[in-house]
C-alpha cells in the first residue's frame, strides 16, 4: 500500500495522485510570476511550486482539480516541499476521484450521524428540546455529516463537524457521570447544536472558505436563528427555546472570541470547555500524527504560536 504525501520524508521520490487545494500567484525576486500550489491526498498537504509556463499551468491546474507529480520532497525554511519534475492533470476517466484524496475523519459520516440521532431519542428526554435538537438536525443532516468543522486548525476535514460533534458527546457523557448535577438535556442538545451554523457559514468541502452570509453573519448568530425558525415551525415556547439559544451564542466563552455573550447557566460554561478540549486535542493529533518521536511540530497558531514535542518513550 503506497504512503501518503504527508509520510514522505526530506530526500524521498514521490511518483501519485494529488488533489489541488489552493493555488496562489506571487512574483519572485526577479520580478518573474510563480504558482504555489497547495496538493494533497489523505495524508495531508504539501506545497510544490510551479515557475514555469504560470498561465498554462493556472488553466490546468485549478482548486479541486486532480494531479499526477513525479518529483523529490526538499525542505525549505524548515517546511518540507514538493519538488516537481512532471505534473499533468488527471482527466475523468482515470477513475481517480476527489474522494479518494481528502482527509476524512476516522469514522464514516453515516455512522457518526446515527450515533447523534441515538443520543437525541435516548438520551434526551425533555419533549421540547428533542423536537428542537431533531428537527435542526434533520434539516441539515446531508451536509452535517460530510461537512468540516473549520476551515483550518481543527477538524478541517470530510465529516468533521460530525466527529467534533461525537468526540464532545463522549465528553458531555463522561462529565454528567461525574457531575450528575448538569442537565443532560441541555448539554447534549448544546453540543449537537452549537456548530450546525456552520454549514451555512462555509462553502464546499475542499479548500473550505467562508460564505457571503458566513461573513457577514457568522455561524454563532446563525444556529441560533435556526433554533428560533424550527421552535417556531414546531409551536414551541418556552425557557427551552432561550436556553437553547444562550448555549449557542455563548460556546466561544469571551466576547473577544467571537461569542455575542458569556456563559450564565452551567451547562453553557462546560459546554466552551469541551468544546475547547476536542478542538485542542485533534488539533495536536493533527500536527503530532507525521511527528517522529523526539522531534517537534511546526508552531501552531491556534495553540498559542506554540511548537509541541513528540515525546520518544
Known sequence: MKKGIANYGVGENFQGFLLVKKVQKGIA???NEFLTLTLGDK???????????VEQALAYYPVESIVEVQGVITEFQGKKQLNSNFMRAVTED????VADLLQSAPVSGNDLLEKVYEVINTDIQNDKIKAITKDVVQKFEGDFKVYPAASKNHHAYVSGLAYHTVGMLRIAESFCSIYPELNKDLLFAGVILHDVGKIREYE????????FEGKLLGHISMISEEIGMSAQSLGIIGEEVTLLQHLVLSHHGKLEWGSPVQPII????ILHLIDMVDAKMDTLRTALRDVQPGSFTERLYSMGNRSFYKPSI
Do not use: L
Open 29 to 31: 525576486r526577479n520580478n
Open 43 to 53: 495524508s495531508g498537504d504539501i506545497e510544490s511550486k510551479v515557475w514555469d509556463n
Open 94 to 97: 482515470e477513475h481517480v476521484t
Open 204 to 211: 464546499r468541502i475542499v479548500n473550505t472558505e467562508y460564505s
Open 266 to 269: 452551567m451547562e453553557a460554561e
